[in-house]
């Protein structure tokens, strides 16, 4: 079975400054896609950045880039230039290629201080 | 291009009653997903559908929960005799037909009193 770690539970960062949220996961598959979602005050699922494992470049969004280790497992988020409104729970997900579900880590809850 | 909707926003019941959860999914979007998210915890699957049919429903507890997606209207996420362990939010995503990335809607958070 698939599962997705982030193992800080909660991350402050000053604004205008950069910050990286850490996710590890376990698999034995080797066609996968990842995702980082944000689930800001609202509650809304905002889709961040996505990334297909078959692909050696990390993925880029603006100001959020991936550093994806494929051999570790580890597909960290990097903000640059922090906003007031990346404060929101960040969460990092899994997804077999072909498959259904997404599975999901316990999130990250970052607050940018102003 | 309109999201994913989902309706009620905010749902109230007692215990013992039903609740009634509606997701439509963007337009052109042919697979709906249900996910709950308990309090402080990541979103966990439950069920999986495209139009008039379930493809996999292997998150969902075997009793009081149903989904469907009609070939008309909404998806229905029904729960019956609810319990205050059904208190969560409830999301509802959509995805094109074998694109893999899911766009999810604002949810429903359920209150069992």
């Known amino acids: 079975a698939q599962t997705v770690t982030q193992s800080q539970p909660e991350m402050s960062v000053q604004e205008a400054e950069t910050v990286t949220l850490s996710c590890t996961y376990d698999?034995?598959?080797?066609?996968?896609?990842l995702f980082w979602y944000k689930q800001p005050p609202s509650r809304q699922m905002i889709l961040v950045i996505r990334?297909?494992?078959?692909?050696?470049q990390n993925a880029t969004e603006n100001r959020f880039s991936v550093n994806f280790q494929k051999a570790a497992k580890s597909f960290s988020l990097k903000i640059s230039d922090s906003q007031l409104g990346d404060t929101a729970m960040y969460f990092c997900?899994?997804?077999?290629?072909?498959?259904?579900?997404?599975?999901f880590g316990a999130g990250t809850r970052l607050t940018v201080k102003p | 291009n309109a999201g994913v909707m989902q309706n009620p926003r905010h749902l109230v019941r007692r215990r013992g009653q039903e609740a009634r959860l509606r997701c439509s999914p963007m337009k052109g979007h042919s697979h709906v997903y249900w996910y709950r998210q308990l309090p402080e915890e990541g979103l966990k699957f439950m069920v999986y559908?495209?139009?008039?049919?379930?493809?996999?429903e292997s998150g969902m507890p075997k009793e009081r929960f149903s989904a469907e997606f009609p070939k008309e209207g909404p998806s229905i996420l029904r729960i019956q005799q609810v319990v205050r362990g059904d208190s969560a939010a409830y999301f509802c995503a959509s995805s094109p037909q074998d694109v893999d990335t899911q766009y999810f809607g604002p949810g429903t958070r359920l209150t069992v009193l």
């Open positions: 698999t034995s598959e080797s066609n996968y896609y």
């Open positions: 997900a899994f997804m077999k290629h072909g498959d259904n579900d997404m599975r």
């Open positions: 990334q297909e494992a078959y692909k050696q």
């Open positions: 559908l495209q139009k008039e049919n379930i493809i996999d």
